[in-house]
């Protein structure tokens, strides 16, 4: 049964949170922990008070609050959407039963480590983008890394909250471990390769907005469909603030070739680095680089890890419910592009359930390419003979069937030679990182802009786009 949520309790939940004391003291025996964390390796920018929403019910309309908040008060809690009554498993062997409430003996290790790995990239992501305070383009873009990493702090509590209520002792030591291991670490590197990338400017922080919390989405997608309830309701909530992770990283692009197609058109070259424009050959590197990096992050593309999650009901599809089959796969079947012994393509033809990661990672390819035709109408209407493209799905991968070849983003099979000479038009160079950096100059005055990024099209909550988003003194 869901509550309403309680700002008066020092967790402020909606899980009836005060009614299991030993779990409420294990929760805030762990709060002043996240807060010790969230001070050495949240955001580094000192600020009096930001523009934040905090969600205040989990309802269809009305769920968000703002107003200014000091950051290291914001009130992180504990929030799942409401049950839905009768709810049934809708996939894999136990499909038409009814959910779970608690956790399976015989499935607790496999979904505790998919929560875990789901908790561990929620702080990684604050850690990565802690710097990006000091060089924000705008008050506006500034309250908006805020929020995003107000919430990922939020998503780190969701996923402990799981730990401690349904996993016991050795749930409440992996939510220690969430707060030691550290993004890019050597000694205790966060889970997911991306996680351990570095967020080094403005551009990086949109396409990892854009690319990383996609998958993010389609992950969180598949949980929502877990029969194990609480994890199903957690991922449902979540979602809903995710959508504003995803905006944040699409209307920033938008942004950003809005005014690299400015540039172009007035002095008419498409050379705009020295009129403080980032040039369309590096948005398109950092595509490349953001794209490849997060399509690992789908795991393998045969995956007997997936189809076991699949079969015994903790991990489903993407929109399991709208799909026309028989919601168990176990005679259909999926066909896999991939390179052959001979430098060639072949195509494999392997058990749906298999493929899992595969489905998952095509239905994010399609929606990313949603992205790409925004972007290419901006151009196209500036009149900018230049298009944008996702490179080749082999492209740059270190995990699953790509890994150890080389595909160019067209996706030709290339030798380490042929590789090497022509990466540096592909990826990001440490000249093309240095220059984008050096554009990072933070714009702290209301109502300014850089001058590599166009302003807004709408502020945050019909404010303006030169309200006073954050307080710095
Ligand atoms: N890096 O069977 P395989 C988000 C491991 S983002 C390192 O091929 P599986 C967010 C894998 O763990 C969403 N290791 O794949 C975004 C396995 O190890 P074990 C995060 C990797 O298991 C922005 C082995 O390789 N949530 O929310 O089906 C900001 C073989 O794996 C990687 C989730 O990912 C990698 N890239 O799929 C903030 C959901 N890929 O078990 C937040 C939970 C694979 O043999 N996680 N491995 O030791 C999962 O569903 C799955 O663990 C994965 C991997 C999709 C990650």
């Known amino acids: 049964m869901t509550t309403s949520i309680n700002y008066d309790d020092k967790i402020p939940n909606n899980v009836d949170l005060s009614s299991d004391r030993r779990l409420q003291r294990a929760l805030e025996g762990w709060q002043p922990k996240f807060l010790n964390w969230w001070g050495e390796m949240g955001p580094t920018l000192e600020t009096h008070g930001v523009y934040l929403r905090t969600a ?66 929620e702080p990684a992501s604050v850690e990565q983008q802690r710097l990006l305070g000091l060089t924000a383009p705008s008050l506006y873009d500034l309250r908006n890394l805020f929020q995003v990493n107000v919430e990922e702090g939020r998503h ?51 396409m990892f907005t854009y690319f990383t919390d ?56 498409r050379d705009i680095a020295s009129y403080g424009g980032i040039p369309l050959e590096i948005i398109q590197k950092y595509i490349n680089f953001h794209y490849s990096v997060s399509l690992d992050l789908f795991g393998g593309e045969t995956s007997t890890n997936a189809a076991n999650y699949f079969t015994v009901g903790i991990k489903g599809r993407w929109q399991e419910e709208r799909r026309e089959d028989d919601h168990k796969l176990t005679n259909d079947s999926a ?5 052959t012994p001979d430098g060639s393509w072949g195509r494999e033809e392997l058990s749906a359930l298999l493929a899992l990661n595969l489905d998952l990672r095509s239905e994010y390819t399609g929606d990313c390419l949603n992205g790409l035709k925004r972007w290419n109408k901006i151009l196209a209407d500036a009149e900018i003979d230049f298009t944008f493209s996702l490179p ?21 099979i290339l030798d380490a030679t042929s590789w090497n000479g022509a990466q540096s038009g592909w990826l990001p160079t440490d000249e093309d990182l240095t220059f984008v950096r050096s ?35």
């Open 335 to 339: 066909f896999l592009d991939k390179p």
């Open 56 to 121: 205040v019910a989990v309802g269809r309309d009305g769920w968000a609050h703002f107003g200014h908040v000091n950051v290291p008060d914001y009130r992180w809690g504990i929030f799942l959407a409401e049950p839905k009554p009768d709810r049934r498993i809708a996939f894999g062997q136990h499909k038409g039963e009814p959910v779970w409430q608690q956790v399976p003996g015989e499935l607790r290790a496999d979904l505790q480590r998919l929560i875990v790995v789901q908790g561990d990239t």
């Open 392 to 412: 080749h799905v082999g492209f740059n991968r270190e995990v699953g069937v790509y890994a150890g070849h080389h595909i160019s983003p067209s996706g030709t």
């Open 214 to 269: 996609r998958d993010g989405k389609y992950q969180l997608g598949t949980l929502k469909e877990s029969a194990f309830d609480p994890l199903s309701r957690t991922c449902e909530f979540m979602l809903k603030e995710e959508a504003h992770h995803m905006f944040v990283g699409t209307t920033g692009i938008d942004r950003v070739v809005t005014r690299s197609a400015q540039l172009i058109r007035e002095h008419d070259t």
């Open 439 to 473: 554009l990072m100059h933070p714009v702290y005055e209301r109502g300014k802009i850089a001058s590599w990024i166009a302003p807004p099209v709408h502020g945050i909550n019909s404010q303006p786009f030169d309200y006073e988003y954050v307080h710095l003194s």
């Open 156 to 206: 780190l509590w969701a996923m402990v909250y799981l730990l401690h209520a349904y996993f016991g002792k050795e749930g409440r030591d992996e939510a220690e471990a969430l707060l030691y291991r550290n993004s890019g670490s050597p000694d205790s590197p966060r889970i997911l390769g991306a996680f351990n990338e570095k967020t080094a400017d403005w551009l990086a922080f949109y």
